[in-house]
Nanobody
Framework: QVQLVESGGGLVQAGGSLRLSCVAS????????MGWYRQTPGKQRELLAT????????YADFEEEGRFTISRDNSKNMVSLQINDLNAKDTAVYYC????????????WGQGTQVTVSS
C-alpha cells in the first residue's frame, strides 16, 4: 500500500518561509515522479512543481519559481517544497503527489497539510 505523508505545514507570518516535506512508502521511489499541489476552498487543486528521480524540476508557474523550490532525497524517499516570501495567497492545503514515470495520472496522494499565512 502506497502512502505519502506530508509534514511541515502551519501558521506563518507574511514574508516568512516554510519547508514542506513528504515521505513515501510502499512504492519504489525511484520509479515515481513527485509533485506538489495546493488547493484553496472553492478552487481546483493546482499543480505547483514536479521533480523526477534524477532531480529534473518543472514549475507550473514560472513567476513563482523563484519562491518555490522542489527537491527530493531518494535515499529517504522524501520530496520537499521550500516556499519563501509567503503571502496571503499562499494560504492553502498543500498536497504531495506521485505518479509512475510511464503514467500521466497522479496515482498517489498525501492527506494534505494546511499552510496559513497571517498578515
Amino acid at each position: 500500500q502506497v502512502q505519502l505523508v506530508e509534514s511541515g505545514g502551519g501558521l506563518v507570518q507574511a514574508g516568512g518561509s516554510l519547508r514542506l516535506s513528504c515521505v513515501a512508502s510502499g512504492v519504489t521511489f525511484n520509479d515515481i515522479i513527485m509533485g506538489w499541489y495546493r488547493q484553496t476552498p472553492g478552487k481546483q487543486r493546482e499543480l505547483l512543481a514536479t521533480i523526477t528521480r534524477s532531480g529534473a524540476t518543472n514549475y507550473a508557474d514560472f513567476e513563482e519559481e523563484g519562491r518555490f523550490t522542489i527537491s527530493r532525497d531518494n535515499s529517504k524517499n522524501m520530496v520537499s517544497l521550500q516556499i519563501n516570501d509567503l503571502n496571503a495567497k499562499d494560504t492553502a492545503v498543500y498536497y504531495c503527489a506521485g505518479r509512475f514515470m510511464w503514467d500521466s495520472n497522479w496515482s498517489f496522494w498525501g492527506q494534505g497539510t494546511q499552510v496559513t499565512v497571517s498578515s
